[in-house]
């Protein structure tokens, strides 16, 4: 069946270093999510992506969707503590089809 | 606007016992899904509603889960007799499958639950 994988799994940066993280998936996919979960939190959605090679922006955030459509990264630029967290892709085959979550990337900050 | 409601945020059960959990979604939102977070791992899709019927049950262990959408609004996911491998975060989302993005999920807060 269909697999996210996300890597790393865990990055620990010191503040204003930067971050990625990096999915793929086994197929072809329809559009692409990113959510963050805080610690002891819930899934938070950031961003949504469905064109290939499409690029978003979110202050210091830059999200990617690849030109086939099989991977996407998140680039956190100068990270600060309050992005600490687990970021989490989720791919869907189509657009009527279910989200699969990756295994999501735990990023720590250290101050 | 109110968010995804979950209910109860805790619950300690011992093995073999039922336990159920209850989930109110956005108003308006036609789609709920219900999934189970293990410590460590993304959200795994249980079961997905489209207002009363069952879009999706394929990964949900239906000899012990079983989940209920009877009026379209609010859920019920059921697990009887609870294993030791069902410690976990259940977590309820909704989505408004004609909103812009199409599909994005509200989560709630969960309910985490611990199999003794």
């Known amino acids: 069946g269909q697999q996210v994988m996300q890597i790393p799994q865990y990055q620990h940066v010191q503040e204003g270093e930067d971050f990625t993280t990096y999915c793929n998936s086994s197929?072809?996919?329809?559009?692409i999510q990113w959510y963050k979960q805080r610690p002891g939190g819930h899934p938070v959605f950031l961003i949504q992506?469905?064109?290939?090679?499409e690029v978003k922006k979110q202050k210091r955030l830059t999200f990617q969707f690849g030109e086939a459509k099989k991977n996407s990264s998140l680039h956190i630029t100068a990270t600060q503590t309050t992005d600490v967290g687990t970021y989490f892709c989720?791919?869907?085959?189509?657009?009527?089809?279910?989200?699969?979550f990756g295994p999501g990337t735990s990023l720590s900050v250290i101050p | 606007e109110a968010g995804v409601a979950q209910s109860p945020r805790y619950k300690i059960i011992e093995k073999r016992q039922s336990v159920a959990f209850w989930c109110n979604p956005i108003s308006g939102h036609a789609t709920l899904y219900w999934y189970q977070q293990i410590l460590g791992q993304g959200p795994k899709l249980l079961i997905q509603?489209?207002?009363?019927?069952?879009?999706?049950d394929s990964q949900l262990p239906k000899d012990r889960f079983s989940a209920e959408r009877l009026k379209g609004v609010d859920s019920t996911l059921k697990i009887q007799p609870a294993k030791l491998e069902d410690s976990a975060v259940y977590l309820c989302?909704?989505?408004?499958?004609?909103?812009?993005?199409?599909?994005?999920?509200?989560f709630g807060a969960g309910t985490r639950l611990s199999v003794l």
């Open positions: 989302a909704s989505s408004h499958p004609w909103g812009k993005p199409k599909n994005i999920q509200y």
């Open positions: 992506l469905v064109k290939s090679g």
């Open positions: 197929t072809t996919l329809s559009n």
């Open positions: 989720a791919g869907m085959k189509t657009s009527y089809d279910k989200v699969i």
């Open positions: 509603f489209q207002n009363n019927g069952v879009v999706d």
